[in-house]
């Protein structure tokens, strides 16, 4: 049988990827970052710096065991790319390691959990974001705020089952993802508003740009404003394809 | 068996102290005690004020069947705010701790909320893992989690089959299920529940239900022999798994007048149940 060139290159990319991303979890764990990953991607646990413990639980399946796991990311290091899972309330020298990484190489899949986090501290991660990657990232939206869903789960018991029967269709706001392939992702409940002078938006809630992708230096930063690790955890298998695509990438 | 009927019955307006002395002359032997759902015990009910309530109890002839709460239907363990987690579980932890201070070695707890926002996967995996993490605690308690089978009102777990899958991955003796043999509506039979859960029970909730909805207003649930539920088939089930625990009064539907004789019709209504003269 013969294969073109195209075909060839096609093929091993995707087994490359398959191979991220479908086997079995039992990812290395390690504080020291400056051990190479054979594993082909990095993923920074934030510990107690990560807002939504079950994202990053859901992306360390995802990689299954193709992956690293570091605490903490050495200055001047470039990884393959790196996967910050949820990042809450982040240290500014984090951020600093994070944009230096970017700088010497790095792709760096930043998804940002900050949409949980009380306005002063959010404030801060503007502010981060802001100085370190030129990001820029608007107050958090509640995506379900006007949804009649909404009243019925106020109330006790009986008046919430009441008002469940006449809860009405709202149609439910996705995240979609144009690049690096179409993707449908469901919110995940507030959706930060990204954006940066250069680069361009790869995802969006309905015209709102949420996540962005743009160069840093040598590398790459993928800047997610809305969680994709719970629809991991979840079992959302668009979501596996996608993420599966953005660390390829 | 016993029967019991929740604090939360009493009729507004009353004391506790009057509420326990209708209780025990209805026939109860025990009461169920809410948080967060009556005036004498919330969240900022101290040890002490528990420990009074106990008292009162006890010193109206009755004992504290269980204890349980509302709360989780504003405050969800589903939720995907890490906040709002948080309070839900610190909820089911003052359960633990107040049912050790009441004498009781049960709590229910509503596990879950499925919405068009929060969907069911996400809320599966978040209480599979809040269990998971409250379970030592009930056991070093010696107190067990009952988590209730609201069905249509919840959107998660509807049948008996999920239910038993999700208490396998919990995989922990304290946790169970606080069975409400009303709240399975027309989505399937009380007594099948019974059967398919046996040792896992931890109480039992007992309203009766209109299957066929549409011929009432709002409510579908109604006094005990009324409804749609099988009553001689619960009885046998409950027989069969060898329950022999509390058997809670969870009356949704209200006597709009005369309200303390809902507590008498109601006590005299179980005593057949348990008696088997239906």
């Known amino acids: ?249 | 068996m016993k029967k019991s009927i929740g604090d939360n019955m009493i009729p507004k307006g009353w004391q506790f102290e009057r509420g326990l002395e209708l209780v025990k002359k209805a026939g109860f032997d025990g009461i169920e005690l809410w948080l967060g759902d009556v005036p004498w015990f919330t969240m900022d009910t101290t040890d002490a004020q528990v420990t009074e309530l106990r008292r009162k109890v006890e010193n109206a002839g009755l004992v504290v069947s269980n204890v349980s709460t509302g709360l989780h239907w504003e405050t969800p363990l589903s939720s995907r705010d890490p906040n709002v987690r948080a309070k839900a579980i610190r909820i089911v932890e003052r359960e633990i701790e107040t049912a050790q201070l009441t004498g009781c070695d049960a709590i229910l707890v509503v596990a879950g909320l499925v919405t068009q926002e929060v969907p069911y996967n996400e809320v599966y995996q978040r209480c599979v893992d809040a269990m998971k993490q409250l379970a030592p605690t009930a056991a070093k308690a010696k107190v067990k989690i009952g988590c209730e089978n609201c069905c249509s009102e919840q959107r998660f777990l509807i049948t008996p089959r999920e239910f038993w899958t999700f208490l396998n991955e919990v995989d922990s003796p304290s946790v169970g299920i606080h069975l409400d043999v009303g709240n399975i509506h027309d989505t399937g039979f009380a007594e099948q529940w019974i059967e398919m859960h046996g040792p896992r029970i931890t109480r039992i909730h007992l309203k009766d239900v209109m299957k066929k909805r549409g011929r009432c207003c709002d409510t579908v649930y109604t006094s005990l022999f009324i409804g749609d539920n099988n009553w001689p088939a619960i009885r046998a089930a409950i027989k069969k798994v060898n329950y022999d625990g509390w058997l809670i009064a969870e009356m949704e539907a209200r006597y709009k007048y005369a309200q303390d004789q809902q507590f008498f019709d109601t006590a005299a209504d179980i005593d057949r149940l348990i008696a088997g003269t239906l």
């Not at chain 1, 413990?53 to 690293?68: F, K, Q, Y």
Request: positive net charge; charged residues 20%; proline residues 4%.
């Open chain 1, 1 to 249: 049988m013969k294969l073109s060139r195209r075909e060839f290159v096609s093929t091993a990319s995707y087994v490359a990827a398959a191979s991220l991303c479908a086997l079995p979890s039992f990812g290395i764990t390690t504080s020291d970052s400056n051990a190479r990953s054979s594993a082909g991607c990095t993923l920074l646990d934030l510990e107690s710096n990560c807002a939504l413990p079950e994202s990053l639980a859901g992306m360390r399946a995802a990689l299954g065991n193709a992956h690293l796991r570091v605490t903490h990311i050495a200055l001047r290091s470039a990884e393959s790319v790196v996967v910050v899972p949820a990042a809450g309330k982040v240290r500014a020298e984090t951020f600093g390691a994070v944009a230096d990484s970017i700088e010497h190489g790095s792709t760096v899949l930043w998804e940002s959990g900050a949409a949980f986090l009380e306005p002063r501290d959010f404030a801060y991660q503007q502010d981060l974001a802001r100085d370190h990657f030129a990001m820029s990232m608007e107050t958090p939206i509640d995506v379900w705020s006007h949804s009649t869903s909404r009243a019925a789960n106020v109330g006790g018991k009986n008046l919430g089952a009441r008002n469940m029967r006449s809860i009405g269709h709202a149609q439910v706001p996705y995240v979609v993802y144009r690049w690096p392939r179409e993707a449908h992702v469901r919110d995940f409940s507030r959706v930060i508003p990204v954006s940066a002078v250069n680069g361009r938006a790869i995802a969006r809630w309905g015209e709102i740009p949420v996540a962005w992708r743009k160069r840093i230096g040598a590398g790459t930063l993928i800047f997610v404003g809305s969680p994709i690790g719970p629809a991991l955890r979840a079992g959302d298998a668009d979501a596996a394809s996608l993420f599966c695509s953005l660390i390829r990438v």
